[in-house]
């Protein structure tokens, strides 16, 4: 493992250029085939980390943020940041954009018309003083050796090293300049990370490494063996985020659940005893409503989003239910193949470029263990156009199985301290 002091100058070096791309390249290869160790780990992320601007707050609360690896139908940043805001902390949630199968939290926002997530520091700071919140984009002076690095991974196939993902994930989250970060490790078709042995390390790994470099962080392992909420794609996510907030938790029960737990978790780190009371409170009485309006006010968009969302989230010309075949108990979800059918529809991207509908998706997904009957709605597919809709349904029946078992799905599969 190279030393402490060699990892932040070629972080350092990334950055400014002194690392070539083809050594760049290198290292990321070494790390794959030799990993670095805890005290590497620290050290690169570290060193990503002071490759650009490193925010400090002088707030009268703890500043608090949330990362997730990424799954389908997963917005529970839309709730959570606002809640946390609510519960009277400050939350500068620093997030990124879909690629791939899964959704991104900045594209969902922007189904929401006039919000710009992309906001300079000086404006980062007056919403997070104001309301509470904010969630934006980095800009490109938060860790650029990460981008650099990053840019290199995805064309040299070291995507996957357990270290290298450490030290992105974490050198973006705690350049803002954080007092504590909970961590959502996804684990099961619609994650990264498909089993939990992967899952753990990786979360092992995160945590050791936050806490390393100075950061109180902790981890939810959560599960991912279908969609967290019964909606994937933008405008349809932020729909159901409106029902939640606005007091319908059956809406989606895991979403909140999860929401609630992430929430408790955080809060625990910044001393608050009674955080899953807080959070519930949050987003029951409509205080979390009302923090994400106003934060949605502060970030270009409709000053009346808690009072008349429906108006504000555009739909998709072309809807259709994709029907069971037959009688069951939903047994299993692919829900890898499910977020391939929403990029498909246009609602997430295949390279960085792409442009988003923010329209489609899919709604009203079944969740495991319910039993359905031949001819009942599984999903119901949201489309530009009927060809896109009838190819879509055709690839939703063959992600969901039907079965004669119940099966157990526990939300929250470990944590880790």
Known sequence: MPEAGALRAFAIGLSTGAVSDAQAGAFAMAVCLNGLGEEGRVALTTGMRDSGDVLAWDLPGPVLDKHSTGGVGDCVSLILAPALAACGVYVPMISGRGLGHTGGTLDKLEAIPGVKTDVDEARLRTIVGQVGCAIVGATGQIAPADKRLYAIRDISATV??????????????LAAGLDGLILDVKCGSGAFMKTPAEAEALARALV???????????????????PLAPALGNALEVAVCMKVMAGDRAAASRLYDLTVALGAEVLHIAGHQAGETQMRAAIDTGAALDKFSQMIRAMGGPPDMAEDWRAHLRAAPVGIDVMAPADGVVSAIDGEALGKVVVALGGGRRVESDRIDPRVGLSDVVSLGDPVMTGQR????????????????????????????????????????
Not at 160 to 173: F, G
Not at 390 to 405: F, P
């Open 378 to 417: 599984l999903a119901r597919v949201n489309a530009a156009d009927d060809a896109a809709a009838e190819r879509a349904a055709q690839d939703v029946l063959a992600a969901i199985t039907l079965g004669r078992a119940n099966p157990d799905s526990p939300l929250i599969l470990k944590r880790i301290p």
């Open 160 to 173: 996957s090293s357990v270290d290298l993902i450490t030290a992105s994930i974490l050198s973006k989250k």
């Open 208 to 226: 050791t490494t936050a806490n390393g470099a100075g950061c109180a962080t902790r981890a939810l392992v959560s599960d991912m063996s279908q």
